[in-house]
């Protein structure tokens, strides 16, 4: 009976999310403690799923008793797993974020837990037709909750997704149409063993599903050049459900991408098609290099991660496409590290705005003096996403750069070598702007009034300017005004400064009894256990290898 947990995991959010609607009818703020149940039981099933795993190694659920082919398969393994529980993570720890920065509303809860549904359901399922619908659900309600704050700017970063996104997942379902013309099933396992005994690698019809399906995970993903929907939808979305967007949504979509070309296609399909795996290999390359330059470039904190994330991405992408064990291993370690560092600076960078109002480089002068604990944390992140040792980024960048040299030097081509290469220059871009960002945390305060003997009014980095404007206003109060039109309109405008030149809180930013620094209570904890997981895991290499040993093992078999 423990494979009915599958199932649950799919449906306790799902069934949930009728429920807000349903009772807000009635009660108007009803939507918050169903949202908190329902994450917080999915959260708990996952747990039980991977103890299952551990235990007694991979299983899956037959839906309604129909046997694959023919019938709908959830399978759970030490991949789907490790993802299943980096999305029940995420999710509750968001929610306690959406819950004091907002959005708010029985519709937004809906939309929330529909959206953790279809998360969960893309890593369970074993059929590539079920993935395609679990798909939908996730971008129908990522648009959504990408205009959950109804502003112009985020309507037309919503409708820029749901273009492009909408085009992605018709490719993808032309790919699955192909699929099933070539072997007569949708069943991952069963494709598998019928393009050997029916079809064949060299198959045209195999061939154009392949690219079909890639093209339209690359555009869900965000690789460049398809990448142009994520730096608006991150930047314009709420910062609640940016932080969840960045974490799981593009993850669960490379997450597919790897299981679909190991699982479905398997390695000898790479192998038989060269040509189909370089061109991979080079536009991933291309997005490492371009995403990086184009962060480096950016002033706006949300911008500047979401280009990031098209180098992460075009990381994994390569992995992928170099087909060997390591370099797959890496890409593996880099997804659920991307998703850890992801979630935590977004969360971090949502925290500053609704305590402070900072939302670009130029707003964080001493930032760390006026908030240290989240500065601090975003620091390490920061440092986690350059790869600097102990840290989970280090560890996934380090085995795509090794599987990339061994794949250059077994293959004789050159192209191995340039993914290693680009790895190296984008994490010189990434050092860049993680640079500045802590040249602004903890050095952009040198000289301000006061410090070092100065006389106020003396101060550099413009800060005798900050507190002239400011005209001396108390730290809690200080010109709240400039700081909420910065909240509002996406950074236009310049927060506040205190008298002496510290970022000033917003009018109303909560307070911590623990802390000094003017955010709440749980989603700090929060934060401080992504850095907490972004450095553990960072020490976790053979434990990490043991784990997915075998997923690789079955793989490369």
């Known amino acids: 009976m423990i494979d009915v947990l599958l199932p649950l995991a799919v449906v306790v959010p799902i069934v949930a999310a009728t429920l807000p609607l349903a009772l807000g009818l009635r009660y108007d703020r009803v939507g918050w403690p169903i949202a908190a149940v329902g994450t917080t039981a999915v959260a708990g099933i996952a747990a039980a799923i991977a103890a299952e795993v551990v235990v007694n190694g991979p299983f899956d659920h037959a839906l309604g008793g129909f046997l694959p082919p023919v019938g709908i398969e959830l399978v759970a393994d030490r991949l789907s797993v490790a993802v299943l529980l980096l999305v029940a993570a995420v999710s509750v720890a968001t929610l306690a974020f959406a819950r004091v920065a907002g959005p708010r509303g029985n519709p937004f809860y809906s939309a929330y837990l529909l959206l953790v549904g279809g998360l969960v359901g893309m890593v369970l399922t074993g059929d590539l037709f079920n993935l395609f619908v679990f798909l939908e659900i996730t971008g129908l309600t990522t648009y959504a909750l990408i205009a959950a704050d109804r502003s112009g700017a985020s309507a037309y970063a919503s409708l820029k997704y749901l273009v492009v996104g909408t085009v992605g997942a018709s490719l993808y379902l032309l790919g699955v149409g192909y699929v099933f013309l070539a072997t007569g099933t949708l069943n991952m396992i069963a494709v598998q063993e019928q393009i050997v005994a029916q079809a064949g690698y060299g198959d045209p019809l195999v061939r154009a599903s392949y690219a079909f399906i890639v093209t339209g995970l690359a555009l869900k993903i965000a690789i460049f050049p398809v990448h142009s929907w994520q730096p608006d939808a991150y930047q314009r979305a709420p910062d609640s459900v940016t932080t969840i967007v960045a974490a799981l949504v593009s993850t669960t979509s490379a997450y597919a991408l790897i299981r679909v070309t190991y699982t479905v296609f398997t390695v000898d399909f790479l192998a038989a098609n060269e040509g189909i795996a370089t061109a991979l290999l080079v536009v991933s390359t291309v997005s490492i290099v371009a995403g990086s330059a184009l962060a480096a470039m950016q002033s706006d904190l949300k911008r500047m991660f979401a280009y990031s994330s098209v180098a992460q991405f075009g990381m994994i992408g390569a992995a992928v496409a170099l087909a060997n064990e390591t370099a797959l291993l890496g890409g593996i370690v880099h997804l659920i590290g991307h998703g850890i ?217």
């Open 341 to 557: 560092m992801k979630f935590g600076l977004f969360l971090g960078i949502g925290l500053l705005a609704l305590g402070y109002g900072t939302r670009r480089m130029e707003d964080l002068a001493s930032a760390a003096r006026a908030a240290p604990y989240t500065s601090g944390a975003l620091a390490v992140l920061g440092l986690g996403l350059v790869g600097i040792p102990p840290s989970i980024g280090f560890l996934g960048k380090w085995y795509i750069g090794v599987g990339a040299v061994d794949a250059g030097l077994v293959g004789g081509g050159a192209v191995g070598i340039a993914v290693a290469g680009a790895i190296f220059v984008s994490t010189l871009f990434t050092l860049s702007y993680v640079a500045r960002l802590l040249e602004r945390f903890y050095f952009g305060g040198a000289g301000l009034p006061g410090d070092h003997g100065e006389p106020a009014g003396d101060g550099g980095d413009g800060a005798g300017e900050g507190a002239a404007t400011d005209g001396g206003r108390g730290n809690d109060h200080a010109a709240t005004d400039g700081a909420d039109a910065a909240t509002a309109g996406g950074g236009e405008s310049s927060p506040a400064k205190t008298a002496d030149g510290l970022p000033a809180p917003v009018e109303g930013a909560p307070r911590s009894s623990l802390v000094p620094d003017r955010v709440p209570t749980a989603p700090l904890l929060a934060l401080g256990l992504a850095v907490v997981a972004t450095v553990a895991l960072g020490f976790g290499g053979f434990a990490l290898a043991e784990w997915f040993g075998p997923f690789l093992t079955e793989a490369f078999a």
